[in-house]
């Protein structure tokens, strides 16, 4: 076919081809989540629902696109992980970024409901996106434990800014000024002695976040099949399957990964 004399237009896109060989991480993040999560009247300082809903999200991204072998999610963000060997796209970092930056605003909508059935949604949420290539497991590994580390300590403060707030009848002011320099065994002993609270036996999701696993499983099913003129014979098929684990536990030390050893092996 005889192309048009504008075809050239073409030449001005840039190519975005991520390495190969490295983990590909998308990480998206709730645009002005302090003020959606106002509006929308979450709960303080973790909504369940909200965490939940986030949770249902990154499935169905994982559902809907290739070669993802591992998520990690806390409060509005999550991050994906694209096996090193993937090729889908031909590796275009516009395309990973903006598939799951997609994916995951119109699950987020289109799950809403199901999550918060009193709770009408007021306006459209945004996400942003970024992508960050890794060369080795233990940078991939690094990663995800600096996110769970931020979820950590956000989590700790947020559980004792909170209970000051609402149990110790401070201002919020007030409560800043009070954690103004406390280290983490300050906090935590400011929620025992003051609230009766063991930081440890707070929710695992609050503390630890989301990790979703997928694990191919085989589905074996019978089914009655007629040769030609035969009689009708059973016989068993067998289908692979994605199945996905959302686990709440400690992805920083080294029992995690020695548990899972599968994660980052095969082609997804
Ligand atoms: P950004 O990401 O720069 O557009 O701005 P934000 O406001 O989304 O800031 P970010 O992502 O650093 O912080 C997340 C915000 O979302 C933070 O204000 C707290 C809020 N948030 C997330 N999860 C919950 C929750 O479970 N309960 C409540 N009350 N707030 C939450
Ligand atoms: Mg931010
Ligand atoms: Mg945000
Ligand atoms: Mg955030
Ligand atoms: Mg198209």
């Known amino acids: 076919m005889a192309k048009s004399k504008f075809e050239y237009v073409r030449d001005f896109e840039a ?9 590909v991480v998308v990480r998206v993040d709730g ?20 965490l939940q809903l986030m949770n249902r999200c ?15 999610g806390q409060s509005d963000e999550y991050s994906f992980v694209f096996h090193k060997k993937s090729s889908w796209y031909k590796r275009r970092a516009s395309k990973f970024m903006t598939h799951v930056v997609s ?15 009193n709770q009408p949604i007021l306006y459209p949420p945004g996400f942003d996106g970024r992508v960050i290539l890794y060369p080795s497991e233990q940078n991939l590994k690094d990663y995800l434990s600096w996110r769970q580390a931020d979820c950590h300590i956000n989590n700790l403060y947020n559980t004792v800014f909170w209970m000051l707030v609402q149990r110790g009848g401070l201002t919020p002011a007030q409560a800043q000024k009070r954690l103004q320099g406390t ?3 300050d906090k935590n002993e400011i929620l025992f002695s003051e609230f009766n609270i063991n930081y440890n036996n707070e929710p695992l999701m609050y503390r630890k976040g989301s990790v979703i696993l997928k694990k191919k499983v085989n589905e074996i099913s019978t089914k009655v099949i ?11 098929v067998s289908r692979s399957r994605n199945q996905f684990a959302i686990l ?4 920083i030390s080294d029992t995690f990964w020695e548990e899972n050893p599968d994660i980052f092996s095969g082609e997804s």
Not at 31 to 47: C, G, I, L, Q, T
Not at 103 to 117: G, H, N, T
Not at 226 to 236: D, T
């Open 15 to 23: 190519p975005d081809t991520c390495l190969p060989n490295c983990w």
């Open 31 to 50: 645009r002005n989540f302090h003020r959606f999560s106002e509006k929308h009247n979450f709960e303080k300082p973790n909504d369940i629902r909200a």
């Open 58 to 72: 990154a499935q169905n991204v994982m559902e809907e696109l290739k070669d993802i072998c591992l998520a990690y």
């Open 103 to 117: 994916q995951l605003a119109s699950s987020y909508v289109f799950y809403w409901k199901e999550f918060f059935p």
């Open 183 to 185: 280290l983490a065994a």
């Open 226 to 236: 007629k040769l030609k003129g035969e009689e009708e014979i059973e016989v068993e």
């Open 248 to 251: 709440h536990c400690d992805i």
